[in-house]
């Protein structure tokens, strides 16, 4: 018994205060903040494409760029929720009803430029294929700064926290993109937008666990 005390004493002794986590709503704006300076510095570079205010008069047009920053600001949120062990995993479904209304928004741009252009609206241009890569360049470091802040889930859920990291990061430089970079039709948007989104989630859904574990929180 002596001992059994003697040992409770020395591990109390050695016990380092632990400081707990901040809310997911603050770490969320925390977050949020950091990827607003980095995109409104990149668009700061590139300026402003023409046309972005009387497209953003449109309501349909303003509908789906709002649809896709909410898309990332509550996957943002759903990552800081569902990465805390304990949380329900039912969070991870937060960000569908908005990633639905940006898909709805684009799927009514294809039937709006095919009336408008008919056929035309359907021609791809390969050289549009650079907004695809901007996203994927912006998402980057903004993903790989979420995952840092979400170390620990790489032992609680790794692989849906990292799909919901990458469709953050990705949705919000996709809305991003939309401010300096324009010209394609919708079909081209839903295409090298949404199409990069889709693609930068499932690779993360696919390769959750590595990623955690390059980090040094998951074990391979």
Not at 30 to 44: D, F, G, Q
Not at 162 to 176: F, K
């Amino acid at each position: 018994m002596t001992d059994t005390r003697r040992l409770i004493d020395q591990l109390a002794a050695r016990a380092e205060p632990v400081r707990p986590l901040s809310s997911p709503l603050r770490r969320t704006a925390v977050w949020v903040a950091l990827a607003t300076l980095l995109i409104a510095m990149i668009a700061s570079v590139y300026g402003l494409r023409t046309g972005l205010r009387a497209d953003l008069a449109q309501a349909p047009l303003m509908l789906e760029w709002i649809a896709s920053v909410l898309t990332g600001l509550l996957a943002a949120y759903a990552v800081f929720q569902i990465s805390v062990p304990g949380r329900s995993p039912h969070w991870m479904w937060l960000p569908l009803p908005a990633l639905l209304l940006w898909l709805a928004g684009l799927g009514w741009g294809c039937l709006r430029d095919y009336v408008r252009m008919g056929a035309d609206a359907f021609l791809m241009e390969a050289v549009s294929s650079e907004c695809a890569v901007a996203i994927t360049m912006t998402s980057v470091p903004l993903g790989l700064l979420m995952l840092v802040m979400v170390r620990h889930a790489g032992v609680v859920r790794p692989a849906p926290t990292a799909m919901l990291v990458a469709l953050s990061a990705a949705a919000l430089s996709a809305a991003g993109v939309s401010l300096y970079h324009g010209g394609e039709t919708a079909l081209m948007v839903l295409l090298w937008h949404l199409g990069a989104v889709v693609v930068l989630s499932l690779l993360c859904l696919l390769f959750g666990r590595p990623l955690f574990a390059w980090i040094g929180y998951a074990k391979r």
